[in-house]
């Protein structure tokens, strides 16, 4: 009896410690006291969101506190220029998606967000008209939902000179980068989302040694001129609409260093380049164990191949609509299926490589014959037609300089001391050397 008076004594005592601790902070009345150009460092525990914050304040959770909005509206809004939100867990955002219910909304200039806890968040960090901030090493997930209900990681709009770097992305819809320019994406992950990485009316930005795997689309850029796409890792953007990287209407593109593996679609390519007399620069790509290693939607040309690593995809180049992916310029890549020899011994084989159209067309017009593609009956057919065509095989690519071995260079990256005072302009026209 002793001990169970003892017991409940001491719950008692505790129970004003626990009510508090289990009552969330109030946080905003904290960030209204602080003047500009401070600091305020929480203290471990629950604060409650939402929050506004309209001068430039550094609010650090030192990796020990949580804002929690209560399923209501964003966790932070930041309306304001130089502020720093860093070392928070955030969670807790609304559901609504016209008011883009987020873990950070960014409404300024100049402001840091960095190496924060985003979950059950519908959108992660939503720049807005917002210029010369830097998004890095947050960990973001959205909310549990279906994936197309889900809010996107990281969202720009109408924002230019970012930076958004080293960021942990998965289990959210996209990355989106829309009428957005001079912007610097690089090394940050993403999995098991939609698109890694969207563009769309989004020209001159720098893309570089982000990491994206298990998404149903690595980087797919729409009507986004001039931007470079380099050393990165895509792999298993598996199922119907599974792609590596893709074009639609887009010109000047310089893609080189890139690894796309075991993807649906290699690269994807629709009326691309778009503008006239421009090119598409692919160069250094290692382009391996994918469906299909360049999809052409129409015949069209403009694009340079030049380089390149082809290596083991059940089918290396294909064109929608029966036509010839040869109006582009191949030249100088390593074709796996290259039969033959380089008896001068200097590296390039002594004959062009030259891909034709047989009995493997049959899968390529007929939906439903795609189910069998690289089954014994497709692949005899294919064989017999290789031995006796029924008609004059259409020519889909050749390679007058086809290299023995694949390529193994990566494009240079910028040092990280240059980059840090270099725009993404400023990097694009060096890679492109003008």
């Known amino acids: 009896m002793h001990t169970l008076n003892r017991a409940c004594w001491l719950l008692l005592g505790c129970w004003p410690w626990l009510a508090a601790a289990a009552t969330p902070v109030p946080l905003q009345p904290l960030i209204d006291r602080t003047p500009a150009g401070q600091t305020l460092t929480l203290a471990a525990g629950v604060y409650a969101g939402p929050v506004v914050i309209t001068r ?9 506190a949580t804002i929690d909005a ?23 955002s609304g559901e609504s998606y016209n008011d883009i219910d987020a873990g950070v909304q960014v409404r300024g200039k100049y402001n840091v967000i960095r190496d924060n806890r985003i979950d059950d968040c ?80 989004s020209r001159y930005n720098l893309v ?5 795997e298990h998404n149903t689309v690595g980087i797919f850029l729409m009507y986004s001129d001039g931007v470079v796409v380099r050393n990165n890792y895509i792999a298993n953007a598996s199922g119907p609409t599974g ?6 209407e887009t010109s000047d593109l310089t893609i080189e260093g890139n690894r796309i593996l075991y993807c649906s679609s290699g690269m994807y390519l629709d009326v691309s380049p778009f503008q006239p007399d421009t090119t598409n620069r692919m160069r250094g ?22 380089g390149n690593s082809f290596v083991d995809n059940l089918t290396q180049v294909t064109v929608t609509g029966g036509k010839t992916a040869n109006r582009n310029d191949w030249d100088g890549n390593y074709w796996s299926d290259y039969e033959g020899f380089d008896q001068d011994g200097d590296g390039v084989g002594d004959t062009p490589y030259e891909l034709y159209d047989y009995a493997d ?42 290299r023995m071995q694949p390529i193994t260079a990566v494009a240079p990256t910028a040092p990280a001391e240059e980059a840090q005072g270099t725009d993404a302009l400023e990097l694009l026209r060096k890679s492109l050397g003008r």
Do not use: C
């Open 56 to 64: 430039p304040i550094v609010l650090d959770g030192r990796n020990q």
């Open 70 to 92: 209560g399923g209501k509206g964003s966790v932070i809004v930041l309306r304001t220029d130089g502020a720093t939100i860093r070392n928070l867990h955030l969670t807790g």
């Open 122 to 201: 519908l959108f992660g960090i939503d720049l807005q008209q917002s210029s010369n901030n830097v998004v890095r090493r947050n960990r973001i997930r959205s909310k549990p939902f279906e994936l197309g209900q889900r809010g996107d990681a990281i969202r720009l709009w109408y924002s230019f000179h970012n930076r958004i770097e080293e960021n942990d992305i998965a289990d959210a819809r996209d990355t989106v980068v829309w009428y957005s320019a001079n912007n610097v994406i690089r090394r940050n992950t993403a999995r098991n989302s939609r698109y890694s990485l969207h563009f769309m009316y």
């Open 208 to 212: 570089e040694e982000n990491h994206y």
């Open 243 to 248: 792609i590596g990287i893709g074009f639609k």
């Open 285 to 306: 790509n290692l382009i391996a164990y994918n469906a299909i290693g360049v999809r052409f939607l129409n015949d069209w040309t403009g694009n340079l191949f030049h």
């Open 361 to 402: 067309r049959l899968w390529q017009e007929e939906p439903y014959a795609q189910f069998f593609k690289g089954s014994p009956m497709l692949e005899v057919l294919d064989y017999l037609a290789r031995l006796a065509p029924f008609s004059e095989p259409r020519m889909l690519v050749r390679d007058a300089h086809p």
